[in-house]
């Protein structure tokens, strides 16, 4: 079997680990204005949902969700999605939210929810192709003041 060029660059995704936490930080840091603490990723190492996309000896990105009660059901949240500034439009974040919400389904769960700064085109539009429809919003969610829109999806 050959392998093109295109499949020898694709990111691998898989689980994030403690040795990848200070890339993803500083993914973190140049995608968002108010970046989450370090201590937040450290929390979730070892969560099935928390993963990374390598390739290139790097980490290009990194999606963490989990799962929260909701009236006696559980309901998938992604918290953090981001790529690292030079590697977007490449269909990475498509990837890594593919395999957070397919790992969510298999744990059960039947619908996810995000939540999203309003002025977040480009997220906003992915999860829209992932099925996400606007549910409410949030006002000055955000430390600046900007508003949250809530999304949801339910997972077949």
Same mark, same amino acid.
């Given at each position: 079997m050959t392998t093109t060029a295109n499949e020898a660059d694709a990111p691998t995704i898989r689980? %994030?680990?403690?040795?990848d936490l200070l890339a993803i930080f500083r993914i973190e840091k140049a995608s968002f204005s108010q970046p989450w603490p370090f201590s937040a990723f450290q929390r979730? !190492?070892?969560?099935?949902?928390?993963?990374? %996309?390598?390739?290139?000896?790097?980490?290009?990105?990194? !999606?963490? %969700?989990?799962? !929260?009660?909701? +009236?006696?059901?559980?309901? *998938? +949240?992604?918290?953090?999605? %981001? !790529?690292h500034p030079s590697r977007r439009g490449e269909g990475i974040g498509r990837k890594l939210l593919l395999r957070a919400l397919n790992g969510l389904r298999a744990r059960g769960v039947h619908s996810v929810k995000l939540e999203v700064r309003e002025s977040n085109e480009p997220a906003i539009s992915?999860?829209?192709?992932? *099925?996400? +429809?606007?549910?409410?919003t949030v006002p000055r969610y955000y430390g600046d003041g900007e508003n949250a829109l809530v999304m949801i999806v339910e997972l077949d």
């Open positions: 689980p %994030a680990e403690n040795a979730y !190492v070892g969560e099935p949902t928390f993963l990374v %996309a390598a390739g290139d000896s790097k980490i290009l990105g990194y !999606v963490v %969700a989990d799962i !929260v009660p909701n +009236h006696g059901r559980a309901l *998938g +949240h992604v918290k953090d999605l %981001a !790529v992915l999860y829209q192709e992932f *099925g996400f +429809h606007y549910l409410r």
